[in-house]
C-alpha cells in the first residue's frame, strides 16, 4: 500500500519561510518522480514544483521560482519543499504526489499516481 505523508505545514508571516517535508512508503522511491502541487479555497489544484527521480533536474511554476526549492533524499524515501520569502498569495492546502518515471515533464496533476493527504500552510500579510 503506498502511502505519501506531508509535514511541515502551518502559519507563517509573510516574508518568512516553512519546509514541507513528504515521506513516501509503499513504492521503490527511486523509480518516481516527485511533485508538489498546491490548492486554494474555490480554485483548482496548481502545480508548484517538481523533481527527477534522480535529483538530475527540477521544475517550477513561474509564481514560485527563485523562491521555493525542491529536493529529495532516496535514501529516506523523502521529498521536499523549501519555501522561502513567502507571501499569502502562497496559503493553500499543499500535497505532495509521485509518478513512475517517463519521458515527459511531470507538471500535470492529472499524470501523477499516488497522492498524500495534504498539509495546510498559511501565509499571514
Known amino acids: 500500500q503506498v502511502q505519501l505523508v506531508e509535514s511541515g505545514g502551518g502559519l507563517v508571516q509573510a516574508g518568512g519561510s516553512l519546509r514541507l517535508s513528504c515521506a513516501a512508503s509503499?513504492?521503490?522511491?527511486?523509480?518516481?518522480?516527485m511533485g508538489w502541487f498546491r490548492q486554494a479555497p474555490g480554485k483548482e489544484r496548481d502545480f508548484v514544483a517538481a523533481?527527477?527521480?534522480?535529483?538530475?533536474?527540477?521544475y517550477y511554476a513561474d509564481s514560485v521560482k527563485g523562491r521555493f526549492t525542491i529536493s529529495r533524499d532516496n535514501a529516506k524515501n523523502t521529498v521536499y519543499l523549501q519555501m522561502n520569502n513567502m507571501k499569502p498569495e502562497d496559503t493553500a492546502v499543499y500535497y505532495c504526489?509521485?509518478?513512475?518515471?517517463?519521458?515527459?515533464?511531470?507538471?500535470?496533476?492529472?499524470?501523477?499516481?499516488?497522492w498524500g493527504q495534504g498539509t495546510q500552510v498559511t501565509s499571514s500579510s
Open positions: 504526489a509521485a509518478v513512475l518515471r517517463s519521458g515527459s515533464t511531470p507538471v500535470v496533476a492529472g499524470e501523477y499516481k499516488y
Open positions: 509503499g513504492l521503490t522511491f527511486s523509480m518516481y518522480d
Open positions: 523533481i527527477r527521480w534522480s535529483g538530475s533536474s527540477t
